[in-house]
């Protein structure tokens, strides 16, 4: 395929180029390698390098250590309303949704936490964290912070809907606050997200309640903001 050297940098041509064509792609599917993209293309691979830098910038590929450049999906939209649970929500909207716990630890919450919690500072918190996945790839990692009280009810909790968890038990659970930021990963998170440290995190603290108003939980989210989008219901 020819391309033109004259209206913009080359590399960002190419990146134009594979831009579109990544729309034929499915999600999960790996561009060819470097050399052979190099050769269809007539360029050399530090232009192909700085295209395809181009996509993975935008959330588009994803460079995975000894198996290539995936294509990845479109931004999911999620949206975060009183009852929405996440793992229902993207549920219904068709997606594969898996949730898996990957750690149980009992700790005295930070004075911010315990205010959130209405516990006495220094309280002991149950914290829970688990890996969302959506359809096979790593999107959230959440911390659900409990007062450690509660340690018997979440003894059996191993992994799926949190929310469907406590809803079963007869502690159905409402968010009633929701503060949304952006930062760049920490190293534990970018290895969880399978995602580089220049990409920022979309973060969420969120506290929910039980029906008598108590409150219950305080989950931090961090969602990788190139696959992610939340829509805030008016």
């Not at 969120?206 to 989008?229: C, I, K």
């Amino acid at each position: 395929m020819h391309l033109s050297r004259r209206i913009e940098p080359l590399y960002r041509e190419l990146a134009a180029v594979l831009r579109e064509e990544l729309q034929r792609m499915s999600p999960g599917d790996y561009l060819p390698g470097e050399l052979q993209l190099a050769a269809r293309f007539a360029v050399n691979r530090h232009t192909l390098r700085r295209a395809v830098d181009e996509l993975v910038l935008e959330g588009r590929l994803l460079r995975r250590q000894g198996k290539g450049t995936q294509v990845l999906a479109k931004p999911l939209i999620y949206p975060v309303e009183a009852g929405s649970a996440y793992s229902q929500s993207l549920s219904a909207l068709g997606h594969r949704v898996e949730a898996r716990l990957i750690e149980r630890i009992r700790r005295p919450g930070s004075g911010e936490e315990c205010r959130h919690l209405q516990l006495a500072d220094g309280s002991e918190l149950l914290e829970l964290a688990t890996l969302r996945l959506l359809d096979g790839q790593p999107m959230s990692l959440i911390r659900h912070r409990f007062c450690a009280s509660l340690a018997p009810l979440l003894a059996d909790y191993q992994g799926g809907s949190l929310r469907q968890y406590l809803g079963q038990r007869d502690l159905p659970l409402a968010r009633t606050f929701s503060l949304i930021g952006a930062r760049l990963p920490s190293r534990e998170e970018a290895a969880h997200l399978l995602m580089p440290r220049h990409v920022p995190l979309l973060s969420v603290l969120t506290l929910s309640r039980d029906p008598a108003g108590r409150a219950v939980e305080l989950a931090q989210s961090s969602s990788r903001a190139d696959r992610f989008q939340y829509q805030v219901a008016t």
